[in-house]
């Protein structure tokens, strides 16, 4: 019933999901005061009615509200009759079928059928149908006592589907928190090396002792230990998605809100004013901290308790995930360009094995990956992605809140790479690896986004973002002469001291 875009578990890939029934729009107007008017969603079945695609060409027709009937039997259509009309009949006690036979018969121009179980297309016998000219749609009953409410009694009705537009200025928007998330995590990430001289491009260095406790350096074993983790992960929540959902949003709530405060207390503590502080247990505290800290937990409170509420939270959901990313790549480093490699190719191959794979394993024919992202048998959804709603009309946005998503993987993996280019653009006093690779991003998410587009169907990000970036990082490490440097990272700086002071001892036995 929803056309949506998804992004599955971690991130890495993007789904977009066809509209399995028909949607359209009701607009109603005020026939005595024309300025008064509102949209309302309808379902209809194509096979059997069709609709204009624009309300300049859909026909007017003045709405009969008899919504306490059925429209079962001939009786039931009133005294006045329902020719030329849009006649509104509650749902139940017979068919579509004999509902609309009835209503053609006593001249009505359209039938909408009020529901108050949720909106399914009308169904039916083919044949059923042939004899069936006027059109029938299924729409909610509370949106015709609105209606009345809002609107009154005197109102005409126009029915029409307008055309589903694939792209959306969403996409846009999505694309710069991408962007704007992986060029701040990246940057962030090598600011500490950066203060630090350059000396150094993990928290191995004695310069960065001070840091080793605040970040976490990958090791092959620990890129091995993570992708195992998310396999068994995404396995766990496919068989037990209904109880493990609520642990995924527990663990959101505390990391965003964590990942929030570093973030911001970080730009906080460059202000020189405010700096009040108190004594608690030999402890010195700022008073601003604190507030901060109080500031961050209640937001992820906030969202904890409203999230299942689509309209604005949303919001609070793209800023917390923003933070958690950002921090996430700040925080997680690659010692050397050998771990990214390994880490992003794992997790492309993870990818694609549970988007295109395990559909041969599984009984409804359906990817793990599919069914664990669109949240089986549960009203939660795992809260790891970016929100932004669809921003052009249409009758998917009118009959439901739609969103376009992106996945925190789709940044933080590939992030990890950017942020490694920057630390080792640190190392070598350059700038060319991290803008490089971030431009190389920009342009996997570009061709991303159009061939999901193009061909409307599920396209695995990593599939683009992953060539692009690392292809682009060794064609300019290759073409600077520093691919060994690059390959190596924080090994390499550990071997080249050594070689240095070996020399060094060569050219004293010289002399």
Known sequence: MRHRLYARLHGLVILIFQVSADLGVLRVTNYVTPALSSDYCLVYNS??????????????????????????KNSDVPAGGIKDEAVAVMRGNCTFVEKGRIAQAA???????????????????????????????????????????????????????PPVSVFDYSILIIFLIAMFTVSVGGYWSGVPDEDAGGRSLSDSGNSEKKQSDKNVSFTVFTVLIF??????????????????????????????????????????????????????????????????????????????????????????????????????????????????????ILLLIYDVFFVFITPFFTKNGQSIMI??????????????????????????????VMFS?????????????????????????????????????????????????????????????VPFTIITSTVIAWRRGEIKMFWKGSSYEMMNPLESSVNESDKDVVE
């Open 47 to 72: 096979k059997w009615t069709h609709l204009p695609q624009t309300s300049n060409n859909a026909t007017s027709y003045v709405l009969k509200n008899i919504i306490y009937t059925g429209l079962c």
């Open 107 to 161: 001249g009505a121009g359209a039938m909408l059928i009020a529901s108050e179980d949720g909106l399914v297309p009308p169904s039916g016998n083919q044949t059923d149908y042939d004899n069936i000219t006027i059109p029938v749609v299924m729409i909610k009953s509370r949106d015709i006592l609105d209606v009345e409410k809002t609107l009154g009694k005197n109102v005409r009705v126009q029915l029409f589907s």
């Open 227 to 344: 992708v195992a983790v998310c396999c068994v992960m995404l396995v766990l929540l496919y068989f037990f998605y209904k109880y493990l959902v609520y642990v995924v949003i527990a663990i959101f709530c505390l990391a965003s809100a964590l990942a929030l405060y570093n973030c911001l207390s970080a730009l906080v503590t460059k202000i020189t004013v405010g700096r009040c502080r108190f004594t608690f247990r030999t402890k010195v505290i700022e008073v601003r901290l604190l507030f901060l800290a109080t500031f961050c937990i209640a937001l992820a409170v906030i969202w904890a308790v409203f999230r299942n509420e689509e309209r604005w939270v949303w919001i609070l959901q793209n800023i917390l995930g923003i933070a958690f990313c950002i921090n996430f790549i700040k925080t997680l480093k690659m010692p050397n360009f050998k771990l990214c490699v390994l880490l992003l």
């Open 371 to 400: 069914e664990v992202a669109a949240g089986p048998s549960s009203d939660e959804k795992l809260p790891v992605v970016i929100r932004v709603p669809r921003l052009m009309n249409s009758a998917q946005t009118q009959c439901t």
């Open 405 to 465: 998503l992106l996945g925190f993987g789709d940044m933080i993996v590939p992030g990890l790479l950017i942020a490694y280019c920057r630390r080792f653009d640190v190392r070598i006093d350059s700038r060319i690896y991290f803008i490089s690779c971030t431009l190389a991003y920009a342009v996997g998410m570009v061709i991303a986004f159009t061939v999901l587009i193009l061909t409307k169907m599920g396209q695995p990000a990593l599939l683009y973002l």
